[in-house]
């Protein structure tokens, strides 16, 4: 007993540093706790706000249990969600005509940014509404594997003639798990991932392990992560240098995100020989890597949809707090997109044309 008092008389430096680290254990201990309690006790609120669900193979869904929200959106703007009436579908068609068309793609054809029906593909609705009956699947952060999965999802409900594939530059990360799980901009979500040697899709989580044994991590995590964006901080880029891949694997990681698409897109249209594809980008960083995948497998792109967005007078997005497109910019890119498949559908019929014969001359 004597020797113990003199140890702690001679460090008392390191005494108060370990008591201070078990007040603090203690404290993190307490406040998990306390946290899991207000969670267990708030969990059906909860649900009713959640954008998604838990999908064994998909990774997540749409959550048809959640209530019509008002809110705002980073640009202050109001919006109006009403509740999500199915799994995979965020639009169904308002009018029915003979030629349908899908829209597929992430959390920009999720559109919970704008107010339901104020999106970019309701705004192509109301330009073509003589000739389509439109459908969109979307669910943020989804990779393209997830993509294709949920395009086999519902397309025998919708039996699209035309599929209008919406892509990110995410894309490239969340279709590789070395480049998803060394990076914190994903959704901390096991997702599927495919294997591009053997063909098979193995669900993996590429979320740091805190998230999965802490709530309060995850939710302190995104109240910084939002203060980060918010005053631009680089916070998270940080941390994200310290997870992230060695750079000199990053160019053949890119690689494997590239050919997961065109996988993906030849599986899809192989699998619907009778739909017409297109994909186009709501960021300029891999968009001509996409459009030569889109037209190496023979379906359409609409090159410089971003930048064509972007440069309208009127702001489009939300930056520096968000880049999803606001009402205003969907409005544009649903103009834009209307304009961009009339061209490449004119384009299609005469080129079909110049190759039959003339009855006349024989040529």
């Not at 019509?68 to 509740?83: A, D, F, Q, S, Y």
């Not at 952060?141 to 039996?159: A, C, I, M």
């Not at 979320?207 to 918010?230: I, P």
């Not at 995948?293 to 930048?307: C, D, H, K, L, P």
């Amino acid at each position: 007993m004597h020797a113990r008092g003199s140890t702690i008389k001679r460090h008392p430096r390191l005494t108060r540093l370990l008591t201070s680290l078990v007040l603090f254990f203690a404290f993190l201990v307490v406040a998990e706790l306390g946290f899991r309690v207000v969670r267990f006790l708030v969990k059906g609120p909860d649900i009713a706000l959640a954008l998604t669900t838990e999908d064994a193979e998909l990774g997540w869904q749409l959550n048809t249990h959640r209530e019509k929200t008002t809110g705002t959106n980073r640009c202050g703007e109001t919006v109006v969600l009403e509740r999500y009436d199915h799994p995979y579908l965020v639009k169904r068609p308002r009018y029915q005509n003979d030629t349908r068309v899908l829209f597929v793609g992430d959390s920009f054809t999720q559109a919970h940014e704008v107010s339901s029906g104020r999106a970019y593909f309701d705004i192509f609705e109301e330009l073509t509404k003589d000739r389509y009956s439109v459908f969109a699947a979307g669910i943020g952060g989804f990779g393209n594997l997830q993509e294709y999965l949920l395009l086999r999802r519902v397309s025998d409900e919708v039996e699209p003639d035309i599929v209008i594939w919406q892509l990110h530059r995410n894309d490239r990360s969340n279709n590789v798990f070395a480049l998803d799980s060394g990076s914190f901009y994903n959704n901390q979500q096991p997702r599927p991932y495919l294997d591009l040697r053997t063909g098979q899709v193995h669900i993996k989580d590429p979320g740091f392990f805190l998230f999965d044994v802490s709530y309060l991590f995850r939710f302190l995590f995104f109240r910084m992560l939002a203060l980060d964006w918010t005053y631009k901080l680089g916070l998270l880029d940080t941390a994200d240098s310290l997870i992230a891949p060695p750079e000199e694997d990053l160019p053949g990681l890119t690689g494997q995100g590239l050919d997961v698409l065109r996988t993906v897109l030849r599986k899809a249209m192989e699998e619907n020989p009778d739909t017409r594809f297109c994909g186009f980008a709501v960021d300029e960083q891999y968009d001509r890597e996409y459009e030569r995948v889109f037209e190496g497998e023979g379906a359409a792109y609409f090159a410089n949809v971003s930048r064509l967005v972007a440069s309208d007078p009127r702001p489009t997005n939300c930056l520096p707090l968000d880049e999803h497109w606001n009402h205003h910019g969907n409005e544009v890119a649903g103009r834009l997109l209307k304009e961009m498949l009339d061209r490449s559908l004119s384009s299609n019929l005469d080129a079909s044309r110049t190759q039959v014969s003339d009855p006349f001359t024989g040529s």
